[in-house]
Nanobody, 121 residues
Framework: QVQLQESGPGLVKPSQTVSLTCTVS??????????WNWARQPPGKGLEWMGA???????WYSPSLQSRTSISRDTSTNQFTLRLSSVTPEDTAVYYC?????????????WGQGTQVTVSS
């Protein structure tokens, strides 16, 4: 059974860098055809795609966040990590990791439960 689980600090101060990790079980993140995504939902707003890392290690980023976002992976632990730099209160959101089996299409078949990140001094 495929499961994704986000983990992160919860509370971050403005201007800092937040790192969130998605631990995947039930499938290897290097399995051909799977793309591993990060998305977020600020309070009262819709879901925003942030970026993805593919089974081969290639990455894609939202143009609006590209300058502040980095996604990497650790195949030995079957995890992939989002780093978002220079955070502001506008980055407060629930952050999700999710799997896309069709490419970087925005359609996900497995999701994590989400992790709250609050940016506040």
């Amino acid at each position: 059974q495929v499961q994704l689980q986000e983990s992160g600090p919860g509370l971050v101060k403005p201007s800092q860098t937040v790192s969130l990790t998605c631990t995947v079980s039930g499938v290897s993140i290097t399995t051909n055809g799977y793309y591993w995504n990060w998305a977020r939902q600020p309070p009262g707003k819709g879901l925003e795609w942030m970026g993805a890392i593919g089974y081969g290690g290639s990455t894609w980023y939202s143009p609006s966040l590209q300058s502040r976002t980095s996604i990497s992976r650790d195949t030995s632990t079957n995890q992939f990590t989002l780093r978002l730099s220079s955070v502001t209160p506008e980055d407060t959101a629930v952050y999700y990791c999710a799997r896309d089996s069709r490419g970087v299409t925005g359609t996900y078949d497995y999701w994590g439960q989400g992790t709250q990140v609050t940016v506040s001094s």
